[in-house]
């Protein structure tokens, strides 16, 4: 947990390793800090002496991406939650990205985390969250779930912010696949306006292809589901000598893809976030794919990152 004599800012660090495969979870925000396999760094993270860049690795919850105003309504009651993207104006990727996680179990291949969300005024439901994190032979594999823990029905949503990268090879170059066939128009707040399809323009990667300059802050839906119901993201280099896979389970129907274009110095367009999503930006006043949680129900939904041609 130290850094010389100072604590680093992502709090304590949990490494686990097997196969090849090697992963660091931290304690401040829950997520994902490293994952490499074989020595490869295929996640775009950070170090253990700074804080974490733009939600790398972070876990979105109870919702993801952005509410217009912090404002919404469940039930007959109107709520308001902090401003968390005042520039916008919009509340932003939940409650529980910058607070501390507890160890509630750990082998040298996982670690099991977890963190109970008080009632607030914005949000007054409580929620126990945990998340088993584990590599092996196929990668990387997250397993999370959320219960309620209040008396009445919670809205909810969930997502990952993982950053994504190949050796050697820049956004720009990076082929991709994205098997959602329509995406979700912005407007100048990056909120949620309307949805269009894919097919026939540059926002179509339902078959894999460059990036290019395309500027992406995308959410894709409608997803193409493989036989077991889950979907996933591929990035490949130009010519298919690596690759690395984002694969989430059916609970997630929502892909958002970001190419890093807001953020400065060397991490500009320097790898892909790729969040698997339950439901799209301002679910919680559209109601689009909304969770509701009934009292002591639990939602679980698994998602990881697999390295290969």
């Not at 916008?88 to 529980?96: K, M, P, S």
Request: charged residues 20%.
């Amino acid at each position: 947990m130290e850094n010389g004599t100072h604590p680093s800012p992502s709090g304590a660090q949990w490494t686990i390793a097997a196969d090849g495969h090697e992963a660091v979870v931290v304690e401040v925000g829950g997520g994902l800090r490293t994952y490499r396999h074989d020595g490869i760094d295929y996640l775009d993270g950070y170090a253990a002496d700074e804080l974490a860049p733009g939600s790398a690795g972070h876990v979105l919850a109870p919702w993801p991406n952005r509410i217009r105003d912090g404002v919404y309504t469940f039930g007959d009651r109107s709520f308001q939650l902090d401003l968390t993207e005042p520039a916008r104006h919009n509340a932003i990727h939940g409650l529980v990205n910058w607070v501390r996680w507890q160890l509630v179990e750990q082998s040298p291949e996982s670690v099991t985390i977890g963190y109970e969300l008080p009632p607030s005024p914005g949000y007054p439901w409580a929620l126990r969250l945990r998340s088993r994190w584990s590599v092996g032979t196929d990668g990387l594999r997250a397993e999370h779930e959320v219960t309620n823990l209040s008396g009445e029905p919670a809205p909810f949503g969930f997502s990952v912010h993982p950053y994504l990268q190949l050796p050697k090879v820049g956004v720009d170059e990076l082929t991709m696949r994205v098997p959602g066939r329509t995406r979700v128009l912005l407007d100048n707040r990056l909120l949620p306006v309307a949805a269009t399809e894919v097919a026939g323009t540059e926002y179509d990667f339902t078959a894999p292809r460059a990036i290019g300059d395309l500027v992406l802050d995308v959410a894709f839906g409608d997803v193409v589901r493989d036989d077991d119901g889950g979907s996933a993201v591929t990035l490949a280099a130009p010519d298919g000598s690596v690759a690395v896979h984002v694969w989430a389970d059916r609970e997630f129907g929502w892909w958002q893809v970001f190419t890093g274009d807001t953020l400065t110095g060397e991490r500009h367009r320097r790898s892909v976030a790729v969040e698997p999503m339950t439901c799209p930006a301002d679910a919680f006043r559209s109601g689009r794919d909304l969770i509701t949680l009934a009292p002591g129900e639990t939602w679980r939904g698994s998602w990881g990152i697999r390295p290969g041609a």
